[in-house]
């Protein structure tokens, strides 16, 4: 009982989010048509149930106490479990905000066919979406922030749904200027004695070279970068051999700024996936079924 007395209302928490965002009251009550007394005396309400001061009043603005900090932090995963709560109980009726995330690679090449899908399928519904290594597609799916997850190199991931929606494979890469461009390629031992660039740990990518290296010894990585664009500038500026999507890489091959380099004897091909939580959004056929096509 003692426990819900304290529980602040979500009023209260934006208020306090926003004043920390907007660095006085008077802006955090305009930002939220609030008169400025009333929202003074919230604030107050607040910091009586918390027990604690929030903020720091002085000539440079309105500072969050440490304390206030911790709050504030604390707030915005609330606020932003509450719109989730709201945005979940509207799809699984079949309205509401649609809450896509996928893997770089899958963002930049596949994303435009399904978004476009899905925007004839559902007019006025609105949509948001955001792009994520494989692990943090898995991470946003699990944690109820996306409704549907795409990922590229990860086996059927524990605990969601999961359906293979196509197939990729990277390849190797070098600039024309490197000793591997013009030869007949390489085998899976002299790629793995190799400082490669590579994408950050989490990445489909990063995991689908460790597993087809696997159990070779490895060196350490050239560089380690955190986009496919980065890797790719780095490749082609000569910085060493890296490996890469054939989707990412395929006009750079073409028009002679990357060359291809074969590797014997390693199977460097992935699965492009679907992921999602609980029921399938039955809403979304219609888009997936135009991504699958694509693929096909």
Do not use: Y
Request: with cysteine; hydrophobic share 45%.
């Amino acid at each position: 009982m003692e426990r819900s007395r304290a529980r602040p209302d979500i009023g209260s928490l934006e208020l306090l989010v926003t004043i920390a965002e907007r660095g006085s009251l008077s802006a955090a009550a305009a930002a939220l048509d609030i008169a400025q007394p009333n929202a003074s005396r919230q604030l107050s309400r607040l910091e009586r149930r918390l027990g604690v001061r929030l903020f720091d009043r002085g000539t440079r603005g309105t500072e969050p106490t440490p304390a206030g900090r911790v709050a504030v932090e604390h707030a915005r995963r609330v606020l932003d479990a509450a719109d989730g709560l709201v945005d979940q109980v509207r799809a699984a009726a079949g309205s509401g905000r649609v809450r896509i995330v996928a893997s770089q690679t899958i963002a930049e090449h596949l994303m435009p066919t399904f978004l476009a899908a899905l925007a004839a399928d559902l007019p006025g519904v609105p949509a948001s979406f955001e792009v994520e290594n494989t692990a943090g597609v898995l991470a946003a799916v699990r944690r109820g922030r996306a409704e549907l997850g795409f990922v590229e190199g990860a086996d059927d991931p524990v605990g969601l749904h999961s359906r293979v929606i196509g197939h990729d494979r990277l390849v190797a890469v070098v600039a024309p200027t490197h000793p591997w461009a013009h030869g007949t390629g390489i085998a899976a031992h002299a790629l793995a004695d190799t400082p490669l660039i590579v994408r950050e740990e989490g990445s489909g990518t990063r995991e689908v070279l460790a597993r087809a290296l696997a159990p070779l010894p490895t060196a350490e990585p050239a560089l380690v970068l955190h986009s496919n664009a980065a890797v790719r500038t780095a490749a082609a500026g000569g910085a060493g051999c890296a490996l890469l999507s054939e989707l990412v890489v395929a006009a750079d091959i073409r028009e002679g700024r990357l060359a291809r380099v074969p590797v014997h004897g390693l199977d460097l091909r992935r699965s492009l996936r679907v992921v999602w939580d609980g029921p399938w959004p039955a809403r979304l056929d219609g888009a997936l079924h135009a991504l699958i096509d694509q693929q096909g």
